[in-house]
């Protein structure tokens, strides 16, 4: 609530040092008084356009813009003033709303500074201090918010790539016993062809069977061809 405050009084002392003949500025005034801020935005253009150095015209200008919440545009205004540096009486107040819009935005590191400015150019301005304190503080606490973002990030990555490892792993697992099944069948395989196989011993034996075998049956033969050869021939009719 104070940051309203202050900028309606520091609109207010411009108000009072206005020139009468500055129809425009005071038309704006007026607008900006009954709360019509887009209104009072186009009689301080107006004021602008009569005269572009009006210090008077400008930042009440940003006072509106501010009222509507542009603050980007606000910030800008108040920053143009302070880094002219031509109206050095009221650098507080360039500095001390530029803070504020800079704060709206959420901008808290930069509204700092600039608080810090208006300090400088009028070190018993309370409300300065205020609003200093309450931006350091704001900005502590986004700093906060945003490690705590960062670590929450950190975390859930390091969580992805557990998870990752472990897919991996898992994956070269099934490849593994997939290979060591593979293994194991050629094996078996390799002992059943080699179960089908004959040991030299053996085929040994089994050729001097077959040798013997084939002795005794032409021995056999042999023996019938020498039996018909001693049978009497019978005589064809």
Request: overall charge positive.
């Amino acid at each position: 609530m104070r940051l309203c405050i202050v900028i309606l009084l520091a609109f207010c002392a411009f108000q009072v040092n206005a020139q009468a003949d500055r129809k425009f500025i005071r038309k704006g005034n007026s607008e900006f008084e009954n709360g019509k801020y887009q209104q009072a935005e186009i009689e301080y253009r107006k004021a602008l356009e009569k005269d572009a150095q009006s210090f008077r015209a400008d930042f009440n200008l940003g006072n509106a813009l501010y009222m509507q919440k542009q603050y980007d545009a606000a910030a800008t205004k108040y920053a143009s003033l302070a880094e002219k540096g031509n109206d050095r009486q009221n650098l507080n107040r360039y500095y001390y709303n530029l803070g504020n819009a800079l704060y709206e935005n959420r901008k808290y590191s930069e509204s700092v500074d600039a608080y810090k400015q208006a300090l400088r150019n009028r070190p018993e301005d309370l409300d300065a201090k205020h609003n200093l304190q309450l931006a350091m503080k704001m900005l502590n606490e986004q700093k906060q918010q945003q490690d705590k973002q960062d670590q929450k990030n950190k975390d859930q990555q390091n969580k992805e790539d557990q998870n990752k490892d472990q897919k991996d792993k898992g994956q070269n697992k099934d490849q593994n016993n997939e290979m060591q099944q593979q293994k194991d069948s050629q094996q078996a395989t390799k002992q059943q062809d080699m179960r089908g196989q004959i040991s030299p011993d053996d085929a040994e034996r089994i050729l001097q069977a077959l040798e013997n075998e084939e002795k005794n049956v032409m021995k056999k033969v042999q023996e019938q061809k020498e039996h018909l050869r001693s049978a009497p021939l019978e005589k064809n009719w």
